[in-house]
């Protein structure tokens, strides 16, 4: 089609010069002159002719080659290569995650001249992690001071809770998370006595009584999954919060009036389970986290804390809708609050924290619906495990 359309004014031009020259026989010789400069003229514009349709379909070839190429996005903007926390009583995880603001480079300036304009270029914003509409009416939790645990982490052996090699809804956490055996916690130990220990969600190191597992940084490059042990077998994207509606008398007792989807839960499964202590609503519920680098990450709850003593029912901060401060007063480097969540080393990378084992990085964080948590690292391995002893 833009052929006949550049044909056209060449060959109308054409046909009006021919009109001219052609006359009676009698009048040839004495208009050889003029017959002579009107077939120069019909040259030259033939040849320009050429030029123009040349012109046109090379501009049109490369405008639709530059319009049909598709342009490459990153799934997931970068996180800040650190996050911080530190030890506290009980320990878990929590996602966290706020979309980082799209760019939209500016079209370079044009450099054709005015008359023909070249297309102005727009390159795509950058896709990110943005959470989906959440279905369940969480409220949100804003600057909550949130530190670091992992599975297999014992910060303080001569602690009831000091160790993560079982956590309050798994007596075997470290194994059934990694798979690896290498003895079991003695029966009178502190800290999860009867226990298999060895599984580290780190570096792990020692044996038996010299065993420890230390954290490490995690990179997105693989999904901020362990660097040095094999794929875990649950959910590396864990976390903690101060309700244990198992273990906690007062928790356990109020559990079906404040836990928000208890109801929905009981309907979905077809059994009340409100008095029934092998049943946990807290375990592997889904979290969203906002982090230190702005970017939204998901987690589940696997363990309760961070706190100490009677204080594992926390419903006020945990589910309340004013955005209360957490009830523990440790275990943070902020004077004006304590630290309200755990997350898992994957976690921590994923949210940018400034530390691997701090205790001031500060994040964002409600519940959501499974079906509101979005396509990401979180849903490479998902625990789906209830209560064990």
């Given at each position: ?29 004495q ?21 123009t ?5 090379s ?56 008359s ?9 914003p ?43 809804y ?9 798979g690896?055996?290498m ?10 006595p ?35 042990q094999p794929?875990?077998l ?15 008398s ?16 009981n ?52 589910f ?22 755990d ?19 500060h994040?964002?964080w ?15 391995v ?8």
């Amino acid at each position: 089609m833009c052929d006949s359309a550049a044909f056209s004014p060449q060959i109308a031009f054409i046909h009006a010069q021919v009109s001219y020259v052609y006359v009676p026989n009698r009048y040839v010789i004495q208009n050889m002159k003029h017959l002579f400069t009107a077939l120069v003229a019909v040259a030259l514009l033939a040849f320009g002719g050429f030029a123009t349709i040349s012109a046109v379909q090379s501009s049109h070839k490369s405008s639709y080659q530059a319009g049909s190429r598709p342009s490459s996005t990153s799934t997931r903007p970068a996180p800040s290569p650190t996050v911080s926390s530190t030890p506290k009583g009980t320990s878990t995880p929590t996602p966290s995650n706020i979309p980082v603001a799209a760019t939209t480079s500016k079209p370079a300036p044009a450099t054709t001249p005015a008359s023909a304009p070249a297309p102005a270029t727009t390159s795509a914003p950058a896709p990110t992690a943005a959470p989906l509409p959440v279905t369940g009416t969480y409220p949100l939790h804003t600057n909550i001071v949130s530190t670091t645990f992992w599975v297999g982490e014992i910060f303080n052996a001569s602690l009831s809770d000091g160790s993560q090699v079982c956590s309050t809804y798994n007596g075997q956490w470290a194994l059934q998370h990694t798979g690896v055996n290498m003895g079991t916690t003695p029966s009178g130990a502190s800290g999860c006595p009867g226990s298999t220990y060895g599984g580290c969600d780190g570096v792990s190191s020692g044996t038996a009584s010299n065993f420890q597992c230390a954290t490490e940084k995690r990179v997105a490059s693989n999904g901020y999954f362990p660097l040095h042990q094999p794929k875990p077998l649950q959910n590396p994207f864990y976390l903690d919060l101060p309700y244990d509606d198992v273990n906690d008398s007062t928790a356990f007792a109020e559990r079906c009036n404040v836990i928000p989807w208890a109801a929905a839960d009981n309907a979905k499964t077809g059994v009340n389970h409100c008095a029934d202590s092998s049943y946990s609503y807290m375990k592997n519920a889904w979290v969203q986290i906002t982090g230190p680098n702005g970017g939204v990450c998901y987690g589940q709850v696997e363990d309760a804390g961070p706190s100490s003593g009677s204080l594992y029912h926390d419903s006020a901060y945990v589910f309340g809708a004013n955005n209360a401060r957490p009830a523990n007063k440790s275990f943070s480097g902020d004077p004006s609050q304590g630290a309200g969540m755990d997350v898992s080393p994957a976690l921590n990378g994923c949210l940018g924290f400034a530390e691997l084992n701090g205790d001031n990085d500060h994040v964002s964080w409600r519940f959501v619906d499974r079906a509101s948590v979005p396509a990401g690292p979180w849903l490479n391995v998902v625990t789906t495990s209830g209560v064990a002893n």
